[in-house]
Protein backbone atom coordinates (compact mmCIF):
# COMPACT_ATOMS: atom_id res chain seq x y z
CA UNK A 1 0.00 0.00 0.00
CA UNK A 2 2.16 2.26 0.70
CA UNK A 3 4.91 3.77 -1.51
CA UNK A 4 7.10 5.47 0.94
CA UNK A 5 10.13 4.18 1.88
CA UNK A 6 9.97 5.48 5.61
CA UNK A 7 8.77 2.62 7.81
CA UNK A 8 6.41 2.95 10.55
CA UNK A 9 5.51 0.95 13.73
CA UNK A 10 5.37 1.80 17.86
CA UNK A 11 3.54 0.53 20.85
CA UNK A 12 0.24 1.01 21.90
CA UNK A 13 -0.30 1.57 25.45
CA UNK A 14 -2.02 3.71 28.68
CA UNK A 15 0.34 4.40 30.19
CA UNK A 16 3.26 3.94 27.57
CA UNK A 17 6.31 5.83 28.18
CA UNK A 18 8.12 3.28 30.24
CA UNK A 19 8.13 0.66 27.38
CA UNK A 20 11.82 -0.49 26.16
CA UNK A 21 10.46 -1.66 22.68
CA UNK A 22 11.47 1.93 20.68
CA UNK A 23 14.78 1.67 21.86
CA UNK A 24 14.81 -1.94 20.19
CA UNK A 25 13.15 -1.38 17.37
CA UNK A 26 14.83 1.81 16.36
CA UNK A 27 17.94 0.42 16.66
CA UNK A 28 17.46 -2.74 14.66
CA UNK A 29 16.25 0.05 12.01
CA UNK A 30 19.37 0.92 12.46
CA UNK A 31 21.30 -1.68 12.01
CA UNK A 32 19.63 -3.06 8.70
CA UNK A 33 19.90 0.25 7.10
CA UNK A 34 16.14 0.87 7.36
CA UNK A 35 15.05 4.48 6.80
CA UNK A 36 11.68 4.46 9.63
CA UNK A 37 10.50 5.04 13.56
CA UNK A 38 9.23 3.21 15.73
CA UNK A 39 7.10 5.58 18.49
CA UNK A 40 5.59 5.29 21.77
CA UNK A 41 1.64 5.74 20.63
CA UNK A 42 -0.52 6.81 24.05
CA UNK A 43 -3.83 5.93 23.26
CA UNK A 44 -6.75 5.89 25.98
CA UNK A 45 -8.70 2.73 26.56
CA UNK A 46 -11.46 4.28 24.65
CA UNK A 47 -9.97 5.46 21.41
CA UNK A 48 -8.13 2.11 20.58
CA UNK A 49 -10.16 1.20 17.97
CA UNK A 50 -9.84 4.19 16.10
CA UNK A 51 -6.13 4.38 16.58
CA UNK A 52 -5.61 1.07 15.13
CA UNK A 53 -8.58 1.68 11.88
CA UNK A 54 -6.19 4.88 11.76
CA UNK A 55 -2.78 3.01 10.90
CA UNK A 56 -3.29 2.39 7.03
CA UNK A 57 -3.59 5.44 6.24
CA UNK A 58 -0.95 6.89 7.81
CA UNK A 59 1.30 3.86 6.42
CA UNK A 60 2.18 1.99 9.68
CA UNK A 61 3.07 -1.49 9.12
CA UNK A 62 1.88 -2.37 12.29
CA UNK A 63 2.56 -1.30 16.31
CA UNK A 64 2.77 -3.68 19.51
CA UNK A 65 0.45 -3.66 21.99
CA UNK A 66 0.85 -3.84 25.49
CA UNK A 67 -1.21 -2.89 28.89
CA UNK A 68 -4.42 -2.96 29.22
CA UNK A 69 -5.06 -3.36 25.51
CA UNK A 70 -4.03 -6.94 24.55
CA UNK A 71 -7.51 -8.23 25.39
CA UNK A 72 -9.51 -5.58 23.06
CA UNK A 73 -6.85 -5.56 20.25
CA UNK A 74 -7.48 -9.34 19.68
CA UNK A 75 -11.27 -8.17 19.17
CA UNK A 76 -10.70 -5.82 16.87
CA UNK A 77 -8.71 -7.12 14.56
CA UNK A 78 -9.84 -8.37 11.56
CA UNK A 79 -7.56 -12.02 11.75
CA UNK A 80 -6.15 -12.96 14.96
CA UNK A 81 -3.54 -16.07 14.72
CA UNK A 82 -4.52 -19.18 16.69
CA UNK A 83 -1.82 -18.43 19.15
CA UNK A 84 -3.30 -14.81 20.05
CA UNK A 85 -6.71 -16.36 20.18
CA UNK A 86 -6.17 -18.99 22.47
CA UNK A 87 -4.52 -16.83 25.10
CA UNK A 88 -7.27 -14.02 24.51
CA UNK A 89 -4.88 -11.69 24.16
CA UNK A 90 -2.72 -9.83 21.40
CA UNK A 91 0.59 -7.81 21.55
CA UNK A 92 1.32 -7.17 17.85
CA UNK A 93 -0.72 -5.97 15.06
CA UNK A 94 0.52 -6.34 11.03
CA UNK A 95 -1.35 -3.79 8.68
CA UNK A 96 -1.72 -6.04 5.45
CA UNK A 97 -1.63 -5.06 1.54
CA UNK A 98 -5.30 -4.93 1.24
CA UNK A 99 -5.68 -2.75 4.82
CA UNK A 100 -7.03 -5.13 7.19
CA UNK A 101 -5.10 -5.88 10.38
CA UNK A 102 -4.07 -9.17 11.60
CA UNK A 103 -3.12 -9.56 15.21
CA UNK A 104 -1.05 -11.60 16.87
CA UNK A 105 0.49 -13.01 20.39
CA UNK A 106 3.86 -12.97 20.34
CA UNK A 107 4.51 -13.51 24.00
CA UNK A 108 4.59 -17.42 24.13
CA UNK A 109 7.28 -17.16 21.89
CA UNK A 110 9.58 -14.77 23.27
CA UNK A 111 9.07 -16.96 26.37
CA UNK A 112 9.92 -19.85 25.01
CA UNK A 113 13.06 -19.17 23.17
CA UNK A 114 14.07 -16.80 26.26
CA UNK A 115 13.67 -19.99 28.68
CA UNK A 116 15.68 -22.26 25.98
CA UNK A 117 18.79 -19.43 26.20
CA UNK A 118 18.92 -19.23 29.66
CA UNK A 119 18.65 -22.50 30.69
CA UNK A 120 19.39 -24.83 27.91
CA UNK A 121 19.22 -27.84 29.98
CA UNK A 122 15.61 -27.46 30.08
CA UNK A 123 13.46 -30.44 28.86
CA UNK A 124 9.87 -30.07 28.77
CA UNK A 125 9.70 -33.89 29.74
CA UNK A 126 11.91 -32.89 32.54
CA UNK A 127 9.05 -32.48 35.06
CA UNK A 128 6.11 -30.07 36.22
CA UNK A 129 6.08 -26.32 36.04
CA UNK A 130 4.94 -23.92 38.43
CA UNK A 131 3.71 -20.66 37.26
CA UNK A 132 2.53 -17.80 40.01
CA UNK A 133 0.08 -15.77 39.09
CA UNK A 134 -3.06 -15.86 35.94
CA UNK A 135 -2.81 -12.72 34.09
CA UNK A 136 -2.17 -12.12 30.57
CA UNK A 137 1.65 -13.44 30.69
CA UNK A 138 0.58 -16.05 32.85
CA UNK A 139 -1.64 -17.30 29.95
CA UNK A 140 0.96 -16.83 26.98
CA UNK A 141 3.42 -18.82 29.23
CA UNK A 142 0.98 -21.77 29.81
CA UNK A 143 0.28 -21.65 26.28
CA UNK A 144 4.12 -22.14 25.59
CA UNK A 145 4.92 -24.95 27.65
CA UNK A 146 1.67 -26.49 27.00
CA UNK A 147 2.88 -26.69 23.21
CA UNK A 148 6.32 -27.16 24.06
CA UNK A 149 4.87 -30.70 26.04
CA UNK A 150 5.20 -29.94 29.96
CA UNK A 151 2.41 -32.70 30.69
CA UNK A 152 1.78 -30.82 34.54
CA UNK A 153 1.52 -26.78 34.19
CA UNK A 154 0.61 -25.51 38.21
CA UNK A 155 -0.98 -22.00 38.13
CA UNK A 156 -0.83 -20.71 41.25
CA UNK A 157 -3.10 -17.29 42.14
CA UNK A 158 -3.82 -14.84 44.53
CA UNK A 159 -7.42 -14.65 43.34
CA UNK A 160 -7.96 -18.27 42.47
CA UNK A 161 -10.84 -18.22 40.41
CA UNK A 162 -9.15 -15.90 38.21
CA UNK A 163 -6.65 -19.29 38.04
CA UNK A 164 -9.50 -21.43 37.50
CA UNK A 165 -10.95 -19.60 34.46
CA UNK A 166 -7.56 -19.62 32.99
CA UNK A 167 -7.81 -23.44 33.29
CA UNK A 168 -10.84 -24.42 32.52
CA UNK A 169 -9.86 -22.58 29.00
CA UNK A 170 -6.39 -24.59 28.51
CA UNK A 171 -7.69 -27.81 29.83
CA UNK A 172 -6.35 -30.93 31.12
CA UNK A 173 -2.68 -30.66 31.56
CA UNK A 174 -3.45 -27.63 33.53
CA UNK A 175 -4.40 -27.02 37.65
CA UNK A 176 -5.06 -24.36 39.38
CA UNK A 177 -3.42 -23.65 43.38
CA UNK A 178 -4.70 -21.52 45.72
CA UNK A 179 -1.96 -18.47 46.80
CA UNK A 180 -1.27 -20.46 50.55
CA UNK A 181 -0.37 -23.41 48.55
CA UNK A 182 2.09 -22.02 46.39
CA UNK A 183 5.79 -23.04 48.51
CA UNK A 184 4.05 -26.50 48.90
CA UNK A 185 3.33 -27.17 45.00
CA UNK A 186 7.08 -26.43 43.93
CA UNK A 187 7.61 -30.35 44.84
CA UNK A 188 9.09 -32.03 42.25
CA UNK A 189 9.38 -28.92 39.53
CA UNK A 190 11.22 -28.51 36.95
CA UNK A 191 10.30 -24.81 36.07
CA UNK A 192 9.22 -21.87 38.48
CA UNK A 193 7.95 -19.34 36.53
CA UNK A 194 7.04 -15.66 38.40
CA UNK A 195 4.40 -13.80 36.46
CA UNK A 196 3.45 -11.46 38.94
CA UNK A 197 4.57 -7.71 39.64
CA UNK A 198 6.06 -9.35 43.34
CA UNK A 199 10.15 -8.41 43.16
CA UNK A 200 9.16 -5.44 40.24
CA UNK A 201 10.56 -1.69 41.50
CA UNK A 202 8.79 -0.32 43.73
CA UNK A 203 6.19 -4.12 44.42
CA UNK A 204 6.95 -5.98 48.02
CA UNK A 205 9.35 -9.12 47.06
CA UNK A 206 7.75 -12.27 46.07
CA UNK A 207 6.89 -14.17 49.78
CA UNK A 208 7.71 -18.04 49.20
CA UNK A 209 9.79 -20.32 50.30
CA UNK A 210 12.07 -22.23 48.04
CA UNK A 211 12.74 -25.20 50.23
CA UNK A 212 10.26 -27.76 48.59
CA UNK A 213 11.49 -26.95 44.86
CA UNK A 214 14.46 -29.23 43.48
CA UNK A 215 18.14 -27.67 42.67
CA UNK A 216 17.86 -29.01 39.35
CA UNK A 217 14.97 -27.05 38.70
CA UNK A 218 15.05 -23.79 36.69
CA UNK A 219 13.55 -19.87 37.76
CA UNK A 220 12.38 -17.85 35.54
CA UNK A 221 11.31 -14.69 36.70
CA UNK A 222 9.35 -12.41 34.05
CA UNK A 223 9.96 -9.11 35.82
CA UNK A 224 12.63 -7.11 34.04
CA UNK A 225 13.14 -4.02 36.48
CA UNK A 226 15.07 -5.18 38.33
CA UNK A 227 16.87 -7.88 36.20
CA UNK A 228 18.32 -9.75 39.38
CA UNK A 229 15.24 -9.80 41.25
CA UNK A 230 15.26 -11.14 44.90
CA UNK A 231 13.74 -14.84 44.00
CA UNK A 232 16.56 -14.77 40.64
CA UNK A 233 19.10 -13.84 43.81
CA UNK A 234 17.96 -16.17 46.10
CA UNK A 235 17.33 -19.38 43.62
CA UNK A 236 21.11 -18.62 42.21
CA UNK A 237 22.17 -18.93 45.89
CA UNK A 238 20.91 -22.41 46.32
CA UNK A 239 22.07 -23.96 43.22
CA UNK A 240 18.60 -23.68 40.40
CA UNK A 241 19.52 -21.97 36.98
CA UNK A 242 18.41 -18.26 37.00
CA UNK A 243 16.46 -16.91 33.89
CA UNK A 244 15.86 -12.93 34.03
CA UNK A 245 12.91 -11.09 32.25
CA UNK A 246 14.62 -9.10 29.73
CA UNK A 247 14.91 -12.22 27.12
CA UNK A 248 11.05 -12.59 26.65
CA UNK A 249 10.98 -9.05 25.99
CA UNK A 250 13.95 -9.07 23.52
CA UNK A 251 12.57 -12.30 21.77
CA UNK A 252 9.05 -11.51 21.32
CA UNK A 253 9.94 -8.54 19.32
CA UNK A 254 12.10 -10.39 16.37
CA UNK A 255 8.85 -11.71 15.25
CA UNK A 256 7.32 -8.90 14.96
CA UNK A 257 10.05 -6.35 13.07
CA UNK A 258 10.02 -9.58 10.56
CA UNK A 259 5.91 -9.35 10.50
CA UNK A 260 6.38 -5.19 10.00
CA UNK A 261 9.77 -4.94 7.87
CA UNK A 262 10.05 -8.63 6.28
CA UNK A 263 13.55 -9.49 8.19
CA UNK A 264 14.56 -11.39 11.05
CA UNK A 265 16.92 -9.13 13.28
CA UNK A 266 19.73 -10.31 15.34
CA UNK A 267 19.72 -10.62 18.82
CA UNK A 268 23.32 -9.50 19.28
CA UNK A 269 25.17 -9.24 22.53
CA UNK A 270 25.58 -5.79 22.12
CA UNK A 271 21.87 -5.63 21.57
CA UNK A 272 21.40 -7.36 24.79
CA UNK A 273 23.68 -5.29 26.31
CA UNK A 274 22.55 -1.63 25.28
CA UNK A 275 19.09 -3.04 26.71
CA UNK A 276 20.55 -3.98 30.21
CA UNK A 277 22.05 -0.47 30.42
CA UNK A 278 19.25 1.47 29.63
P1 LIG B 1 0.09 -9.39 33.24
O1 LIG B 1 -0.52 -9.08 31.90
O2 LIG B 1 1.47 -8.86 33.39
O3 LIG B 1 0.00 -10.84 33.58
P2 LIG B 1 -2.10 -8.83 35.05
O4 LIG B 1 -3.09 -9.42 34.11
O5 LIG B 1 -2.44 -7.55 35.74
O6 LIG B 1 -0.72 -8.54 34.33
O7 LIG B 1 -1.72 -9.94 36.13
C1 LIG B 1 -0.94 -9.67 37.26
C2 LIG B 1 -0.78 -10.93 38.10
O8 LIG B 1 0.02 -10.62 39.25
C3 LIG B 1 -2.08 -11.50 38.62
O9 LIG B 1 -1.99 -12.90 38.65
C4 LIG B 1 -2.15 -10.91 40.03
O10 LIG B 1 -2.94 -11.67 40.94
P3 LIG B 1 -4.54 -11.41 41.02
O11 LIG B 1 -5.16 -12.14 39.88
O12 LIG B 1 -4.91 -11.96 42.35
O13 LIG B 1 -4.73 -9.92 40.93
C5 LIG B 1 -0.70 -11.00 40.43
N1 LIG B 1 -0.36 -10.11 41.53
C6 LIG B 1 -0.28 -8.76 41.51
N2 LIG B 1 0.11 -8.29 42.72
C7 LIG B 1 0.26 -9.37 43.54
C8 LIG B 1 0.65 -9.55 44.92
N3 LIG B 1 0.96 -8.52 45.69
N4 LIG B 1 0.70 -10.82 45.40
C9 LIG B 1 0.40 -11.86 44.62
N5 LIG B 1 0.03 -11.76 43.30
C10 LIG B 1 -0.04 -10.53 42.78
Redesign the pocket.
Known sequence: MSQDKFRLAGVMGWPVMHSRSPRLHNKWLQIHGLAGAYVPLAIAPDRVEAALRALPALNFSGCNVT?PH?EEVARIADWIDPAAKAIG?ANCVAVQTDGSLSAFNHDHIGFIEALREGAPGWRAGQGPAVI?????????IVYALREAGVSDIRVV???LE??ETLIEDFGNNVSAHA?EQRADVLTGAALLVN????GMVG??P??LSLDALPRGAVVND?VYTPLETPLLVAARARGNVGVDGLGMLLHQARPAFHEWFGIWPELTPEIRAMMEAD
Open positions: IKALGAGGAARANRTRAWTTSNQPLDI
